[in-house]
């Protein structure tokens, strides 16, 4: 039987290069499209290493129509897309909020454009629970509602999943399922990928990898002044590994036709919160390493507290996360000192 074959954008990325993995693990051929404005082409290579299948890479930017259009139809029968690529540094977007509007919009209408011209059916949305601001109610399901955005990069994600649901509603062909990845970390058990920011890290996983291995003199923990238990904020990680299955699930639930609507939401986390000062704890748990870190003061922006209800995602998808925090942690270290032994 002929392979289904998806599209991946953004597929040398974190979360992209581990769904392109589970992909191709579970039989897909995977073809990724990547500008490399925030990975390296030598992730296809990890990717070869890690399942025998080197996925095509075409690097080009999304923002090119044209190039895009021409691309795709060179592809023949294309069964789904999972559009990944996007900038996601909220910090950055304050300062740069065209540039955030302009690449993350513009690249989604010219894929749904794509797909409509090329008869492309199915399409997964890489969102974010950003777009919940701070839920009245906690855990937070997908029928909370959607409150004014943070930052102009957590608006692209709202705007983003309002241009999908159109488009899906007045489009015959196009279906679509909108992923809202609470807070994703870890990496592959094969430590041949992992998340690899550029510069000074914003996230926590990747600040506290880069503190412990000396690249950093120590972590401030933005705030112990919140209400919660211990001061410090409450998110819902998950294991990377764990986020890219739900995006195979969700690809096959629209190839399979068993979505029940043209547009379709989930939360995809733990249901479980777990604070800054946790996080650093399981970190020296698994590590042996006491970190260096200091309390400092409140980061502007940041959400007190959030965990998933992620029983619809349970529910329709079968999806659960098995992986623990600790684990999640050890894989992230593991692939740090992979990574940093590589770059000497
Ligand atoms: N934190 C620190 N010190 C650091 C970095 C982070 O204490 O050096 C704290 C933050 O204050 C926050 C927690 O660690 O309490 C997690 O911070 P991250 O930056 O890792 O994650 P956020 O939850 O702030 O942001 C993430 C994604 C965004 C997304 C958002 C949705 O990075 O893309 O979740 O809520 F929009």
Not at 100 to 121: D, F, Q, V
Not at 294 to 314: F, H, M, V, Y
Request: glycine share 8%; net charge neutral.
């Amino acid at each position: 039987m002929m392979k289904k074959k998806i599209i991946v954008t953004g597929g040398t990325g974190y979360i992209g290069s581990h769904t392109t993995v589970e992909l191709i693990e579970d039989g897909f051929e995977v073809v990724i499209i990547d500008n490399l404005y925030n990975s390296e082409a030598e992730v296809a290579d990890r990717i070869f290493q890690i399942t025998g299948i080197r996925p095509l890479l075409a690097v080009f930017d999304l923002c090119d129509r044209e190039k895009l259009q021409s691309f795709l139809q060179s592809q023949g029968n294309i069964d789904g897309i999972i559009h990944f690529a996007a900038y996601k540094a909220v910090g950055e977007s304050v300062n740069k909020p065209l540039e955030y509007y302009r690449n993350n919009l513009l690249s989604l209408i010219n894929l749904l454009e794509a797909m409509k011209t090329c008869g492309i059916p199915n399409l997964v949305f890489s969102s974010s629970c950003t777009v919940y601001g701070q839920p009245a109610k906690l855990p937070v399901a997908e029928d909370a509602p959607v409150q004014p955005a943070m930052s102009p990069y957590g608006n692209t994600k709202q705007i983003g999943e309002e241009i999908i649901r159109d488009t899906a509603a007045a489009t015959e062909k196009i279906k679509a399922i909108a992923l809202r990845y609470f807070n994703p970390i870890g990496a592959h058990p094969s430590a041949l990928i992992g998340e690899l920011p550029r510069g000074v890290p914003e996230n926590l996983v990747p600040y506290i990898t880069q503190t412990a291995y000396g690249l950093r003199k120590e972590l401030k923990v933005f705030g112990n002044d919140y209400n919660t238990p211990d001061g410090s904020c409450i998110r819902d990680y998950l294991h990377v590994v764990d986020l890219a299955k739900a995006h195979v699930t969700a690809v096959k639930r629209l190839v399979e036709n068993k979505n029940k609507s043209d547009y379709e939401v989930f939360n995809l986390g733990t249901g479980m919160g777990v604070s800054v000062l946790e996080a650093i704890k399981s970190f020296e748990r698994v590590t042996g390493i006491n970190l260096n870190y200091q309390i400092t003061g409140r980061r502007a922006g940041d959400i007190e507290k959030i965990w998933a209800d992620p029983s619809l995602a349970n529910r329709e998808l079968g999806w659960r996360t098995v992986s623990t925090l600790d684990e999640s942690m050890k894989t992230a270290w593991e692939w740090e000192k992979y990574i940093r032994k590589d770059k000497k």
